[in-house]
Each structure stands twice: as C-alpha cells, then as structure tokens.
C-alpha cells in the first residue's frame, strides 16, 4: 500500500473517530511490522481493525504514543530535522539529558494514564546517551507500557549495558535509513540480530516533508485548521520537562526562543488533576483553535508539504 493510500484511510478513521484512536490502530500496523513484512503487517490490521477500534474507543484513558527526547545531541546535522538539531548545537544547547529527570517525567506521565501502547525513545540520537539502559529497564519493567522503540540514525553501535537493555520483548529497535549517511546501519543491524534485538531497518527513502523552519506565514484560521487536522507531527506529543507537549516543533521552537510558549500547547503534569488531563488531552489531539505554532510551521502531510531531499546536511 502506497503512502497516499495509507495516509487518506488514517484521515477517514481520523476524521470519524478522532486522532487518539486513529493513532491506535495506525500503532498496532507499526508494531506489527517488527514482526511481519508489510503485506501480512497489513493483512492482520485489516482483519483486527473492529476488535482494535472497539477497545481504543471503550478504553479511554489509553494514550496512544508518547515520545521522549534524551538528548540534543546527534551526530547528523540533518537542515530539515523536526527536533532543530542542528540549531540547538548552534546555539550551544545540544546536551544529553539528566536521567533523573527523564525518570521523573515518566512517573509524572504514569500517574496520568492506565496505559500508553508506544513509548518512543528519540533525540539527537539516543545512542549518545550513556545512560539510555536506565531509562529503557525503567520503561520495560512498567506495566502501563505495551512497546517501547528507540528510534535511531544508523551512525552509533551501542555496547555495553545500552546494548543488553535492547534485549526485552517490549523493546525494538527503528533505524532510519539515511543511505550513506546511516553508515553503520548494517552492521548495527547484525549486532542487534545476533543479540536476538527485536529490528526494524527502514528502506531508504530519498525525499522528506519540509519543515521549512520557523517563520510567520499567514495562515487564515481555515488554512491552519487543514493544516492541523492534516499534520502527522501532531500525533506525536513529546515529554519534556514536566510537560506533555503538543509535537516536537512547539517543545523545540520554544526551548530555541522561535516561537513564544504558548500554555495551551502542553500539559503541565506537575500541576495538572488527572481529570484534567484527559480533557486537556482530548484537546490536544483534536482542537487548533488556540494553537499558535501551526502558524509558523509549513505542516507535515504528503498532501500538501514540500518534498526535500532526504537528511540534507547543513
């Protein structure tokens, strides 16, 4: 199934159920794929779809992914990189993480919700982070997680305790495939198989969607609700700090100073009732009216957002 396709079904099931349970199933098709190729990954989300839809809608205080940045370093310097890494290293902000407070952030998000399917662990690339196993045996060993996935470029062999946290059923392991540039890609794939890691090694996809930086750009309330309803990256609410945040380019446009923090585009989980925050939640994933950062971001839908090469380095 091509991307087109795949992406007007998710605006169909969107559009009828919301973005929480579109985002349930399109996790149970990605899980799959460590699993299975694509067709049979296909195959059993086509066949399980009803069951699958049933449960996200009756179980409501599920979330469906949460991601979490560990660190700003990378050793890529990709120009259209959604987490603005190449700036935070510009401005001298690129650091790893304090696991302590990564730690605190879980347990805050956990005291929020009865179960999260895809906990993912991104930066930079994670496999900077010399104590990314403390995070990973904290993940694997909660009972609210289904999957946990670390997702990196293909650039780092991790060895030592980061490696053997890999080997958990709940834990795979993404590499996105920046051709050249992912240059240990294979042989990090052959460390991990031989570990018996659960893998899953991108195709090499030659075009991204532009994120085209932050700038003003006059979007009418009607062209920033398409832009909203249609954005992928607003699936994807990031943990930092406390917080529960709309997408990675509202967390980084802020910690960067590009856009002015905007509280209606996070939870505070330090101060937010549990009540609240599926409330809150439920607003995140489904009402623009009060957002601020679509406006000075180009979206990110197949449909509409230009096509760069891929991992352009700056």
Request: proline content about 3%; some cysteine.
């Amino acid at each position: 199934m091509k991307l087109g396709k795949l992406f007007q079904i998710r605006k169909i099931i969107r559009k009828i159920f919301g973005r929480r349970i579109e985002l349930c199933l399109m996790i149970y098709y990605s899980t799959k794929l460590y699993a299975y190729n694509r067709l049979h990954a296909i195959f059993l989300t086509v066949l399980n779809a009803p069951l699958v839809l049933l449960v996200s809608i009756f179980q409501t205080k599920t979330i469906p992914s949460v991601e979490m940045d560990i660190t700003s370093r990378c050793t890529l310097n990709c120009k259209e990189c959604t987490h603005f890494m190449p700036m935070h290293k510009r401005k001298g902000t690129d650091k790893d993480f304090d696991i302590n407070k990564l730690l605190e952030n879980v347990d805050l998000l956990f005291q929020m919700i009865n179960k999260c399917l895809l906990f993912s662990i991104l930066g930079g690339e994670p496999f900077l982070h010399k104590e990314l196993h403390v995070l990973i045996n904290k993940l694997a060993t909660e009972p609210k997680i289904k999957h946990i996935e670390i997702v990196t470029n293909g650039t780092i062999i991790p060895n030592g305790e980061n490696l053997t946290a890999l080997i958990h059923e709940k834990v795979s392991v993404r590499v996105s495939n920046y051709g050249f540039l992912s240059g240990k890609k294979d042989e990090l794939a052959k460390i991990l198989k031989e570990h018996k890691v659960n893998l899953k090694l991108g195709s090499y996809q030659p075009m991204w969607l532009e994120t085209g930086g932050f700038k003003s750009r006059g979007y009418s309330m009607e062209e920033m609700k398409f832009i909203f309803f249609n954005c992928n990256e607003a699936s994807c609410k990031t943990l930092y700090d406390g917080r529960l945040w709309l997408c990675p380019e509202a967390l980084h446009g802020s910690l960067l100073g590009l856009v002015k923090e905007n509280e209606q585009e996070y939870i505070d989980l330090r101060t937010c009732t549990k009540k609240d925050f599926w409330a809150k939640l439920h607003k995140l994933y489904n009402d623009h009216s009060e957002l601020t950062t679509c406006y000075y971001c180009a979206g990110h839908c197949p449909e509409f957002s230009k096509q760069i090469p891929c991992a352009e380095q700056v």
